[in-house]
């Protein structure tokens, strides 16, 4: 849209005197946030509102992407870039004589999401938006977002994330007009209705209302505007009655209180199922309604819909919507069948198949009983079929989706539809020959890849201000709309004079997050040093523990030879672990006492320090990634699915330091090996142990004088307050066989960071790589990932 500076701070003045009876001049920075707000939503609103209308008119095809995670961060700087208006916007404010960062961050994130998952699901409304394609959202309006992360005396403590904070979601229109109900519990009889057919009758179900609210996702500078349509429950008027006390209304809301904050065990709790059903069929519901208002025959909704299961949390739709076609709308069973299969798809997340979802069929039975028969009729046909084309007892047993009691939530998801997709090359090889492979056998057609990917403009125009501007100065600034141009950068490798400005933005960019390592901890680094960053979920397979035995060892050795001729070296350090995680927290604790330990130590001449950052988010992200000259991917080959934080580390210039896991074997693919840093087993190698049973940590440990003395550290007192936290972590490692190969992988690291020394010394040599990273990385646009998923599993038009 167009909108001058003028116009903009006379629309902004208005807003702020009419409506909320303020001067600029005395309004806090939420006061103009707010203020904000209202103007922008006042100029998009007319483009939504179209963007429905032409939808609905031209009765064009429309994808639905359920996840029970969105993670977008804050919305503003984005929303303003997209439209359009961001530096309009900010010469308006600075004519005001308003702080834009200070309006900017009274904007609380939207952290609806735990890590990867959630937050490729937000890139994806973006990119959906971006491309034109119409892709909504469906997912749950939580009350508390994922937990604000205290670290008190080194321990994680968690509270709740109020992020409505005074001002509520400032974005979102509930749409009350589009409420549906929800069924729960209860028994269910068939009974025969006139026509014959079996039809279900209810008795003492619980029937809840679902209120959507939907929160528009606006494209870059293409006035096109999605939703993301996210589900809030409310009791139903003629029901009140049945709720009288405050108690029996509170767990009713607690169905949309809390995102569980576990993506490490599963939570067999039956809130979590009611939260995955309430949404899925709240999602489903609708988009029946909306499509049967074209008039073309039920059966053929596959035509014009697609629905997306993001991992299994909303694996119940291929039953759900076969309830819906059956039961409410009276189709056969084949007919319902063949629309369901062709319009639903999946995504897989994670080759760890422990981590797929079951469900106790009693209590599934109990919260959802119609939806259990039908999936008990699926699950039969499924097994009658497979049967009479000879397939073998052991396929069958491994495809179908009840057996021992247990629901087993992705093989619905996968018999149920047309498409299973992993999210990085190797993630999808290993679910074909691994994970997935009985499937794999019996439907090789439905299975394909989809890198992830991530949204270049929030991590660059937006987290990396002065990095976009060095990019326009040398290629101009097509980029901005056209990312694939970034490859231009590479005419630019041996021009000293680009390497040295990329440097020196790299040097700003750190400048920035020294302050504010100063501000939260009280000590002074030196932007000299290498900015070494491993920001993610606290998971034991992602070895946060690997980095810190390292860092162990340069302690270790410095205390030894304290004029160690080395580069100095800040570790930086966020991650979130779910709170039932006991291993996971206490690793927290022990980053958090050896960075005590390290940063108090003056004998180490300033030559290493340690931060742990609380509550990594999004926004954090923002400052942190572009701060980052080592990006630290060093999972156990295998276990990875892809990673997108190391797409983001990538586009802002950091070298990546790897394990041939997830995405990172694709950013090798792209930079060469000279342009990134390997190390450790590759899955092969891990595989091979798996196979041959021939791991023993215990023999590392004893014969390997270095490993001895950096693990008996845990335990003999060099790092002080740890003696449960550093005893279980030594039984993990020694007793319990070092499940993610720790201490196979440590030589290896430990070189691959003596070559990232090496390597930062040369100063030029690094900029080269730093900026051949940046070139190449226009690969993992989430927009490209989008387009696939359009084309190849949903096909739409755009
Ligand atoms: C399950 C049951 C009960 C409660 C919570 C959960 C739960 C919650 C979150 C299970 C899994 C998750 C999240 C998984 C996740 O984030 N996976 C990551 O997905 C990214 C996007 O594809 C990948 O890049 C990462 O590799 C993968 O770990």
Do not use: C
Not at 106 to 114: F, I, K, R, T, Y
Not at 495 to 501: G, P, S, Y
Request: no cysteine; glycine share 6%.
């Amino acid at each position: 849209m167009t909108l001058s500076k003028d116009q903009f701070i006379r629309d902004f003045k208005d807003t702020l005197h009419e409506e909320q009876l303020i001067k600029v001049s005395d309004a806090t920075p939420t006061e103009l946030f707010a203020a904000l707000a209202k103007v922008i939503r006042k100029y998009y609103t007319p483009l939504w509102l179209e963007r429905n209308r032409s939808l609905t008119a031209n009765k064009e095809k429309i994808a639905y992407y359920f996840s029970i995670e969105f993670l977008p961060g804050r919305m503003l700087e984005t929303n303003l870039l997209n439209l359009g208006i961001l530096d309009v916007v900010k010469e308006g404010f600075a004519e005001l004589g308003v702080d834009f960062e200070n309006v900017k961050n009274a904007e609380h994130d939207m952290a609806l999401g735990n890590g990867g998952l959630g937050r490729l699901a937000a890139a994806f409304m973006d990119s959906l938006a971006t491309t034109g394609y119409p892709g909504f959202g469906n997912g749950l309006r939580y009350r508390y977002g994922l937990f604000k992360q205290k670290i008190i005396d080194g321990y994680q403590v968690e509270l709740p994330d109020d992020w409505f904070g005074s001002l509520g979601n400032v974005w979102e229109i509930r749409k009350e007009h589009d409420a549906v109900d929800v069924r729960l519990f209860g028994d269910v009889y068939l009974e025969q209705n006139q026509e014959g057919n079996l039809v279900p009758t209810y008795q003492n179900s619980q029937v809840l209302r679902a209120v959507p609210y939907d929160v528009p996702q606006i494209g870059f500078q293409n006035d096109t505007i999605n939703n993301l349509r996210l589900w809030d429950v409310e009791i139903p008027e003629d029901q009140e009655t049945l709720y009288p006390s405050l108690e029996s209304r509170r767990a009713i809301q607690d169905i949309t209180a809390i995102l569980y904050p576990d993506d490490s065990t599963l939570e067999g709790k039956q809130l979590r199922l009611i939260q995955e059903y309430f949404m899925t069929s709240a999602g489903l519901q609708t988009i029946i309604k909306h499509y049967l208002k074209q008039g073309t025959p039920l059966e053929d909704i596959y035509k014009k819909v697609s629905v997306h299961i993001n991992d299994t949390h909303p694996a119940v739709a291929p039953a759900e919507f076969m309830r819906l076609l059956v039961d409410d709308y009276g189709l056969e069973w084949d007919a319902a069948w063949k629309a369901t299969v062709n319009t639903m798809s999946y995504t897989n997340h994670t080759i760890m198949s422990e981590a797929l979802e079951k469900w106790d069929a009693e209590l599934f039975k109990k919260v959802l009983p119609r939806v259990y028969q039908i999936i008990l009729e699926i699950d039969n046909r499924f097994v009658a079929e497979l049967g009479k084309a000879g397939y073998d007892a052991h396929l069958v047993n491994n495809t179908r989706i009840v057996k021992d009691d247990q629901i087993h939530m992705a093989n619905l998801a996968i018999i149920g539809g047309h498409s299973v997709n992993g999210v990085a090359k190797l993630h999808t090889e290993l679910l074909k020959e691994d994970t997935l492979r009985s499937f794999y056998k019996l439907y090789p057609e439905k299975f394909n890849n989809k890198t992830n990917g991530i949204v270049p403009r929030r991590w660059t125009q937006i987290a990396a201000p002065e990095l976009s501007s060095a990019i326009d100065q040398f290629i101009g600034d097509d980029w901005r709309s056209h990312i694939h141009s970034l490859g231009g950068l590479e005419t630019y490798l041996d021009d000293q004079q680009a390497l040295e400005t990329f440097y020196q933005v790299k040097k700003d960019a750190k400048e920035r997050l020294a302050n504010y390592i100063k501000e939260t901890t009280g000590f002074q680094v030196s932007t000299d040093a290498i900015f070494d960053v491993q920001v993610k979920r606290l998971h034991a397979y992602k070895r946060q523990l690997l980095n810190l035995l390292h860092i162990i060892k340069l302690y270790l050795d410095l205390k030894d030879n304290p004029d160690k001729d080395m580069v100095p070296r800040v570790f930086i350090f966020g991650a979130k672990a779910a709170p039932g995680y006991h291993f996971a927290k206490s690793v927290i604790k022990v980053i958090n006492e050896l960075a005590n330990l390290i940063n108090n130590d003056d004998s180490l001449q300033g030559k290493l320090h340690l931060f742990f950052l609380e509550n990594y988010n999004v926004s954090l992200a923002e400052l942190i990634i572009p701060a980052a000259d080592v990006s630290e991917q060093i999972s156990l080959a295998s276990k990875e699915a892809s990673g997108t934080s190391n797409m983001k580390f990538m586009m802002t210039g950091a070298i990546t330091l790897a394990t041939l896991d997830g995405a990172n074997i694709e950013i090798k693919d792209e930079v060469g090996d000279d342009n990134i840093v390997i190390f450790g087993m590759d899955k092969d190698a891990v595989y091979d142990h798996y196979r041959l049973n021939d791991y023993h940590s215990r023999d590392l440990y004893e014969n390997d004088p270095i490993i001895h003395r950096v693990i008996d550290s845990f335990v003999n007192g060099t790092i002080p307050n740890i003696q449960s936290e550093g005893m279980e972590i030594y039984e993990a490692l020694i007793q319990h066989n070092d499940e993610y190969f720790l201490l196979e992988d440590f030589h290896s690291y430990v070189k691959a960071q003596e070559k990232i020394g090496r390597l930062y010394r040369d100063k030029k040599k690094w900029a080269r790589i730093s900026l051949t990273n940046i070139a190449k990385s226009h690969k993992f646009t989430a927009d490209d990932t989008i387009e696939q998923y359009a084309k190849e599993i949903w096909e739409l038009k755009k």
